[in-house]
């Protein structure tokens, strides 16, 4: 059995809950059987969607010190092969004290700390990048470092047939959009005459702030078309022409399909990812919401940038699918089966 302890609400993005869905779904693909642990009852809805089963700690996000004696009797009581770890709550104590009682695999983005477990995974290396291998080279500890390893959903693997495209633009601004950018970025294409025969798709998740004003906005102009809680963002991705996304993992989704996107940050775990997207002409970065009053109109500007430029539009989006391939949850879950059939 594999276990995930991840969380998701108001504070925390549900990219970190997906991204474990990803793996746990090609994880039962492959025969084994999957738990997810949580603080607290939220966002699990998600998790019955995908038919998973989970186990609620009753206990503080922000402090996870205090789970650790109800994690202990947890691990003892279920037979874990693997425990995925993916949370920034989590210090490198507790992660060894987990180690301890069975295989911890730890998702870790922010590269604070060096980690005594028994497997990592950095997805976000840049090609040519060895600076995480360095920094493990004197441990013993499986890594998994590159954007080979994106754990990305089935439905983003690369399709080798043309994509049949329509006018039309997907705005994804994460699971909070705590900063109101779809709205702003709705206000400025509605002013741009370029996309006034596009339809605007809005993407929102449950914990969106902002959601009644874009249905005042939706009841004003057909053009907005609003859905909450999609599961099926690859064939979004696949039928838009262009896309708008915060950072996170939606922005390797993105490059999985092939489709010009313009980035930009809202957190500071999302800002150097995004800034580097733009300047190695992955994807168009227009900036940072919580610094940028503007960052709706900016957008909207960077985004004419690829209907004004088609044969540059072309070479972005060769470079967004030599980045990612889509395959990157069946070399996670390899390593998993490699480890256990080595009964370690």
């Known amino acids: 059995m594999i276990g995930f302890r991840v969380d998701a609400n108001e504070t925390i993005a549900t990219g970190h809950m997906m991204r474990c869905i990803a793996i746990a779904t090609q994880c039962r693909r492959q025969g084994m059987d999957c738990l997810f642990i949580l603080a607290e009852d939220k966002e699990t809805a998600k998790l019955r969607d995908y038919g998973f089963s989970y186990y609620i700690l009753n206990s503080k996000w922000n402090d ?19 425990l995925v770890v ?56 499986k890594l998994l470092a590159g954007m ?115 980035c930009f940050s809202f957190a500071e775990n999302q800002q150097q990812f995004t800034c580097e997207m733009g300047k190695r002409k992955i994807m168009y970065y227009a900036g940072d919401a919580r610094e940028n009053d503007n960052i709706g109109r900016d957008i909207v500007h960077k985004l004419c940038c690829f209907l004004d430029q088609l044969e540059e539009t072309e070479i972005y989006i060769r470079r967004m699918q030599q980045l990612v391939d889509g395959k990157g949850t069946q070399r996670i879950v390899e390593v998993l089966k490699s480890y256990k059939k080595e009964g370690k």
Request: proline share 2%.
């Open 148 to 262: 080979q390893f994106v754990p990305l959903r089935e439905e983003f693997l690369q399709n080798e047939q043309e994509e049949k495209r329509e006018d039309s633009i997907l705005i994804t601004t994460g699971g909070t959009d705590t900063y109101n950018v779809s709205c702003k970025v709705l206000q400025s294409l509605q002013k741009e005459e370029k996309f006034r025969n596009y339809n605007f798709y809005v993407i929102i998740g449950s914990l969106n702030q902002n959601k009644e004003k874009i249905k005042q906005m939706q009841e004003l102009d057909k053009r907005i078309i609003l859905h909450e809680n999609v599961k099926n963002m690859g064939n979004f991705m696949r039928k838009c022409r262009y896309a708008i996304s915060a950072g996170g993992t939606t922005l390797y989704e993105l490059c999985a399909c092939g489709i010009p996107t313009v």
């Open 64 to 82: 996870m010190e205090t789970e650790k004696y109800k994690m202990q009797q947890l691990l003892k009581e279920k037979n874990f092969d693997w």
């Open 86 to 141: 993916d949370s920034y709550q989590m210090s490198a104590s507790y992660l060894q004290f987990l180690n301890n009682l069975v295989p911890v695999m730890y998702i870790d983005d922010m590269m604070k700390e060096i980690y005594s477990v028994t497997a990592l995974l950095h997805y976000s290396q840049w090609p040519g990048d060895n600076f995480y291998q360095e920094r493990y080279k004197a441990r013993e500890i």
